[in-house]
């Protein structure tokens, strides 16, 4: 209890004041009720939070599915067949959780995970500039390259430079201070009463509040602060799924997507988050696969929007020195009081002091060593790395994932396809040519093996020991086995052992 007290009680309090602007802006830009993102920010916490594996990954709405959000809820027709849609999306990351899917995250290579990350820092720095100016036109949260304005990433951080608040720019600046602050003087980067992202927001209101006070013409109006709703009508807050859709394929189609999509996203920044986290713990992706379907389910029961593990909020979480889950709970406790007793608190925080702690948050995760490190790694690291930044940066986390997938299946396919699947144990001066197979002999192996096999030439002596072998694909089998026949017409002696029946 001392260290949820001493840690992730500080560290959920920033995470709620960061989750708060994001869950209502991803709303807006899904064409969504407001009070759906807020629903599926609680529910990540009180829901996910306490049945997930992770101690530090946080879950909410997600950014990635605002398209699939928007494009859905026009073809269904109403919020309420489209919740049914998450409520079903749910029950498909159940079953996938229960079927061990989750083991998919293992072959993401540890080059696309490290691009991501960089990639979601460079997107946090170029996103949150404007808004650390005061120039908010984009929503909060929004990562992709293509803004809803019409405006894209560079285009957004131009027209900031004609639309600067000096009264934003004095609240992000002195966040970055205080910020700063807590990381290098030792007085309070040792003391963990209040983490330096909570120390810099509340800087910001204050500063905000004064600015009224002694020069109005300064201080941030309510399009620069923080909007949770308040005032609303308690039949608009909960809208509940339309169960007599049930029978509609598009409906299925649609859940079938979310699902899909909102279980890649997850574990990837589940992947991630291990990776960011200090204690290098590891989370089981099944039971994350099942903690988001009940998640989703009870989201989408409620109205709420679907939720995914996201990679922004753990690294706040992990950056407020959040220790375990307990942080994630807390934030959900924490958005569902703000939500009904305190909106008109929150909704003076404005949206550059917040930009403040995504510019840090950004700096950590794209790093220049970090990027210095990729390289030195070595170019079959650094190509599918950079690959998945410019991707990710150039259009959204998933094609851009999927572009460095891409990338970094083609180095492996390089490697194994110069690789020979078997190596040479022929003694030296031995009259008998003889190769040893590996104990995995793929499809990819199959032109070394052929090279080897077209070098024999005629009266040679070879021999290929099987007997490691515990897997080996047909259609090298099918190579060996017909070597046998090449051998007898070029009067070589061919020897396959262990490998019953597949030559003499």
Known sequence: MREVLKHDLPASIVVTLVAIPLCLGIALASGAPMMSGLIAGIVGGLVIGPLSGSQLMVSGPAAGLTAVVLAATAKLGTWE???????????????????????????????????????????????????????????????????????????????????????????????????????????????????????????????????????????????????????????????????????????????????????????????????????????????????????????????????????????VNINAGAKTRASAILHGVFLLASTFLIPGLLNLIPLSALAAVLLVTGYKLAKPALIKEAWKTGRDFFVPFAATVVAIVATDLLTGVIIGLVAGTFFILKEHAQSDGMRDTTVPGAVVKRFELDDQVTFLHRVGIVKILDSVKPGERIEIDARRCRRIDPDVLAVLKDFAQTAVEKKIDYRLVGLTGAAP
């Open 81 to 315: 067949a489209f919740v049914l849609a998450v409520v079903l999306a749910g029950a498909f990351q159940l079953a996938l959780g229960a079927l061990k899917w989750g083991f998919v995250a293992d072959y993401v290579p540890r080059s696309v995970v490290r691009g991501m990350l960089a990639a979601i820092g460079l997107i946090l720095i170029m996103k949150q500039l404007p808004h650390a100016v005061g120039y908010d036109a984009d929503y909060e949260g929004d990562d992709s390259f293509q803004q809803p304005t019409g405006e894209n990433t560079f285009t957004a951080i131009l027209h900031m430079l004609n639309r600067i608040q000096p009264g934003a720019v004095m609240i992000a600046s002195a966040g970055l201070v205080v910020l700063i602050a807590f990381e290098k003087v030792k007085p309070l980067a040792k003391q963990k009463v209040v983490p330096g992202p909570l120390a810099a927001v509340l800087c910001g209101v204050a500063i905000n509040q004064v600015l009224r006070a002694v020069a109005p013409e300064l201080a941030l109006q309510s399009e620069h602060l923080v909007a949770l709703p308040t005032g609303a009508p308690s039949g608009d807050l909960v809208r509940f799924p339309d169960f007599g859709a049930i029978t509609r394929l598009d409906v299925w189609k649609t859940a079938f997507t979310i699902g899909a999509v909102a279980s890649i996203e997850t574990l990837l920044s589940l992947d991630a988050t291990d990776r960011l986290d200090p204690h290098k713990r590891h989370a089981s992706p099944d039971r994350e696969l099942l903690a988001q379907g009940a998640g989703n389910m009870l989201s989408g029961l409620l109205g709420g929007l679907p939720l995914t593990g996201v990679i922004v909020r753990s690294s």
